[in-house]
């Protein structure tokens, strides 16, 4: 399911651990995580609510170039 990795990249975001304007490539993700692309794509337009994401047309889903702080705070 979807909300598993949103819990875990929501994680791994805010913490640090995935670098600011990183661009979030699905296949990457979805073997990092054990999943398919499909839960992995389902799950970016709710990053993207949430503003942990910036998604661009024609280029994909990025890591919001914001400081840690203002994350955690989301």
């Known amino acids: 399911m979807s909300y598993d990795y949103i819990g875990s990249i929501r994680d ?3 913490s640090g ?3 600011p304007r990183k661009q979030l490539v699905n296949r990457t993700l979805a073997g990092k995580f054990g ?3 499909i839960p992995v794509r389902m799950a970016n337009p ?6 942990l994401v910036d998604r661009i047309h024609a280029a994909g889903a ?6 840690r702080q203002d ?4």
């Open 12 to 14: 791994r975001l805010t």
């Open 17 to 19: 651990e995935v670098s």
């Open 35 to 37: 999943k398919s692309v």
């Open 46 to 51: 709710r990053l993207t609510n949430e503003g």
């Open 62 to 67: 990025y890591v919001r170039n914001e400081d």
């Open 71 to 74: 994350l955690n705070n989301l």
